[in-house]
């Protein structure tokens, strides 16, 4: 059972038009994140809410932008995707703010741009 | 700078022997340390955590040892099965109670040999 999905898997979109990617969770946890994973790289964390909370990191460009209209789903949108925006993008939820707990993934979705 | 490394970008162990995928940290303010598993086409998997105010956590098969000193952690598999076969992603939280997201590795190849 899917406890954090995303949709949809495989997303492809033309250079410079807008997409969107979607993520839902079913545990009802306060906080959502966003990764980035360029092929054999590390993920990388592009912003994250906490509830209504919304947090930037600091070098999270400005073409990378999020919403979350409640606590089941969070979007994240690429205004004017260039190329080197294709990547696997990771949705995550925590419990709360607490250290010591782990975060659970979705199984992403693979972005391409033609 | 990478601020977590796993230097190791694939490992080939027989199975039924000990797996032990290891991971160097720079930074002393982590303080929350985790192993992620992940197949393809899917999303991570939480495997075993550990704070840093142990030294080792044990889940079955599974072993996590932290090393402060050296700023090292290592993963341990004992004993290796077929279906552990995956990439596994070192991965470090910072302190401070925050939600703020996860630092990763580039990840290990595990390789299972029958």
């Known amino acids: 059972d899917a406890m954090v999905i995303q949709n949809p898997r495989y997303q492809v979109t033309q250079f410079g038009k807008p997409v969107t990617l979607s993520c839902s969770q079913t545990?009802?946890?306060?906080?959502m994140y966003w990764y980035q994973q360029k092929s054999s790289q590390a993920p990388k964390l592009l912003f994250h809410y906490y509830d209504k909370d919304f947090n930037n990191e600091a070098d999270t460009p400005d073409n990378f932008q999020s919403r979350r209209p409640n606590t089941s789903f969070c979007f994240l949108d690429i205004r004017s995707p260039g190329l080197g925006d294709a990547a696997m993008y990771l949705c995550?939820?925590?419990?709360?703010?607490?250290?010591?707990?782990?975060?659970?993934f979705g199984d992403g979705t693979r972005l391409s741009i033609l | 700078d990478q601020q977590v490394k796993q230097n190791s970008p694939s490992l080939s162990v027989q199975e039924g022997r000990i797996s032990i995928l290891n991971c160097d940290y720079t930074n002393s303010m982590f303080d929350y340390f985790l192993w992620y598993k992940k197949y393809p086409a899917e999303g991570p998997t939480f495997l075993i955590s550990i704070s840093s105010i142990k030294d080792k956590n044990e889940d079955g098969r599974f072993t996590v040892f932290l090393n402060k000193s050296a700023k090292h952690l290592s993963l341990h598999i004992v004993p290796s099965q077929p279906g552990d076969s995956a990439v596994y992603f070192c991965?470090?939280?910072?302190?401070?109670?925050?939600?703020?997201?996860?630092?990763f590795g580039k990840g290990t190849h595990l390789i299972i040999q029958p």
């Open positions: 995550a939820t925590s419990r709360d703010r607490a250290s010591y707990q782990p975060q659970h």
């Open positions: 991965a470090a939280k910072l302190s401070g109670g925050g939600a703020d997201g996860l630092t």
């Open positions: 545990l009802n946890h306060n906080v």
